[in-house]
């Protein structure tokens, strides 16, 4: 299950400005945020079979390591720019994948198996990608362990592309209501607006008024 809150941010500088924060540099573990150059691959049918269902289907590589992820949506209001969905991860070697991916991946689930009825033996093509670079740092806070994390990259679509810059605040263990709190004390101080929309659902955008 993934549970998290986006938000708008300006970049590097705001970002590095809150982790100076007293309260939050007395909550979080020690050392520097860990730097991760991160690579994203989107598919779906071309009729947008996945995307009509609420699934998402990507590969990506995250510095050395790569997976292969299916999402689906439990839960988002679009507004307060919090996520909830489940998901599966999977650890590939096989780097064709992010251009021949295989949806079979997942077939030991039953949500893998409703993907492949979804996809109904269609070939998958590309949808968007993304190149970003994640700073993350945890920290703890009531009964959870939180990531804070800076996505600032770029998403590509056919011939077109938008800058990305988004904090994210996730669950690592713990539960929502931790999440919310201190998504409620770093917005409200540092004014930072909701993110309304997921990367995949920007990218998509930007080659169809479709929605995720």
Known sequence: MEIELKYKIDGVEQYEKILKDPWIAGIAESG?????RMKAAYF????HALI?????????????????TLKWRDDDDGISGLYIRSEINIPISDQ????????????ESPEGRDLLDVTAGKPLINVCD???????IRIDYGESILELALDEGVIVAGAKSVRLCELEIEVYSGGKDDLLAVGKKIAGKYGLKPEPKTKFTRGV????????
């Open 130 to 136: 993304m190149v970003f670079t994640r700073r993350r």
């Open 96 to 107: 064709t994948c992010f251009f021949n991916p295989d949806p079979g991946l997942f077939k």
């Open 44 to 47: 779906d049918t071309e009729d």
């Open 32 to 36: 520097e945020p860990e730097v991760v």
């Open 205 to 212: 955008e930007l080659l169809a008024p479709c929605r995720q």
């Open 52 to 68: 009509r269902h609420n699934i998402a289907f990507r590969i990506r590589s995250e510095g050395e390591r790569t997976f292969a």
